[in-house]
């Protein structure tokens, strides 16, 4: 119906698309150009861990909470959350393309600092991470011993150790992440037994080795509060844990 009426009357037809097109010339300057136009929306990251808490368990006391605190914040269009058996939490909150990444950084974080005295004292000491985060990936990068000389886990550690800062610190990066788990850590396996028969808990095991491994100051000679005037106080030097693996 709409196309005979425009070829019954071409001349209509005709300054028709002239004003199309002029309006096009008047309205093309006035158009938004950019180099890297924003086409994603801006994603904010929450992350934490509650050790040995499966994945309802951290839904319900780490989950919940926070979720309860970021819904609603400005510009938020909606958000995600993936709980594991490993205990690890991760919070993907989407914002509108026009939304300031800065911004809603410290939007979530302040939401999530009002959640915080809700969550279990574990999540809490381990600590909640809010980063800003990009679906697309720029780069991806290998790192390996050709040689063999090396092991995985010492390739691994020296990525993260100075490999990943590196790339941080490089202008117009935004984000560089480690696949898998890049900290090295230390499994216990108790045995419920001997536990049983010491009369201790998996808490007195934690207490213990958390004890060992604490890093304090051993203080100075002369310092106050002291008797008499003291000209020079000296700081004491103990043994540094050890660092190196050894066989006993």
């Known amino acids: 119906m709409f196309s005979k009426f425009f070829i019954e009357r071409p001349i209509f037809a005709t300054v028709l698309s002239l004003l199309i097109v002029l309006a096009g010339l008047v309205?093309?300057?006035?158009?938004?150009?950019?180099?890297?136009?924003?086409?994603?929306?801006?994603?904010?990251?929450?992350?934490?861990?509650?050790?040995?808490?499966?994945?309802?368990?951290?839904?319900?006391?780490?989950?919940?909470?926070?979720?309860?605190?970021?819904?609603?914040?400005?510009?938020?269009?909606?958000?995600?959350?993936?709980?594991?058996?490993?205990?690890?939490?991760?919070?993907?909150?989407?914002?509108?393309?026009?939304?300031?990444?800065?911004?809603?950084?410290?939007?979530?974080?302040?939401?999530?600092?009002?959640?915080?005295?809700?969550?279990?004292?574990?999540?809490?000491?381990?600590?909640?991470?809010?980063?800003?985060?990009?679906?697309?990936?720029?780069?991806i990068i290998s790192l390996f011993d050709k040689e063999a000389r090396y092991s995985p886990d010492y390739v691994r550690n020296y990525?993260?150790?100075?490999?990943?800062?590196?790339?941080?610190?490089?202008?117009?990066?935004?984000?560089?992440?480690?696949?898998?788990?890049p900290d090295q850590a230390m499994r216990l396996w108790m045995n419920p037994d001997r536990m049983a028969s010491l009369g201790i808990t998996t808490s007195d095991i934690q207490s213990a080795v958390s004890g060992q491994n604490a890093v304090v100051g051993a203080g100075q000679v002369n310092q106050e509060p002291s008797t008499g005037q003291v000209e020079l106080n000296f700081p004491v030097l103990t043994q540094s844990p050890f660092a190196d693996q050894r066989k006993y």
């Open 27 to 139: 309205s093309v300057n006035a158009l938004p150009v950019a180099q890297y136009p924003n086409i994603t929306p801006v994603q904010i990251s929450v992350t934490t861990t509650y050790p040995g808490a499966d994945a309802k368990t951290v839904g319900d006391s780490v989950a919940s909470p926070i979720e309860a605190q970021i819904n609603g914040v400005d510009n938020m269009m909606y958000m995600t959350s993936v709980s594991s058996n490993t205990g690890q939490l991760t919070i993907t909150v989407y914002f509108t393309l026009d939304t300031d990444p800065d911004i809603a950084q410290v939007q979530v974080q302040n939401r999530v600092n009002l959640a915080t005295p809700q969550l279990p004292s574990a999540v809490t000491q381990y600590g909640v991470s809010v980063q800003k985060k990009s679906a697309s990936t720029l780069m």
């Open 159 to 181: 990525a993260n150790v100075y490999v990943l800062d590196a790339i941080k610190r490089i202008e117009g990066a935004g984000q560089a992440t480690i696949f898998g788990v």
